[in-house]
């Protein structure tokens, strides 16, 4: 199935935090039961996600399903920027320190003061 503009916002969002994780595509290849190859196929917006396969990478990437597709809705990412297509930024913080603020909100809000 071909993606829509809004699955590729959040294809897009899935690539740069398995960037800043430092994950492979054959890790998450592997989590789908799908080859690197197919999964390079998913990140070049040549294939859309299901929401279960969302679901798993999410889990496996440690963020919430809910706070992607919001992120999403408010722009597609620059991947040099990290900012909206309108200019304004995508992410309040730095997105490795959103990614420990789902987890722990305490400690992460504390060191973005």
């Avoid at 492979?24 to 999964?39: C, D, G, I, R, V």
């Avoid at 992607?68 to 490795?96: C, D, F, M, W, Y």
Wanted: hydrophobic share 35%; charged share 25%.
């Amino acid at each position: 199935m071909k993606p829509t503009e809004f699955d590729l916002r959040i294809i897009e969002l899935v690539s740069s935090f398995r960037k800043i994780r430092n994950e492979k595509q054959s890790n998450l290849a592997a989590l789908l039961n799908f080859t690197q190859p197919e999964f390079s196929r998913i990140e070049r917006g040549a294939r859309a996600l299901t929401l279960g396969q969302l679901r798993k990478i999410c889990e496996y990437l440690s963020l919430n399903v809910s706070d992607l597709i919001r992120i999403a809705e408010e722009g597609s990412v620059n991947s040099e920027s990290k900012h909206t297509a309108s200019g304004q930024a995508l992410l309040a913080i730095h997105p490795t320190v959103w990614c420990e603020q789902r987890r722990n909100p305490t400690a992460a809000t504390s060191r973005t003061e």
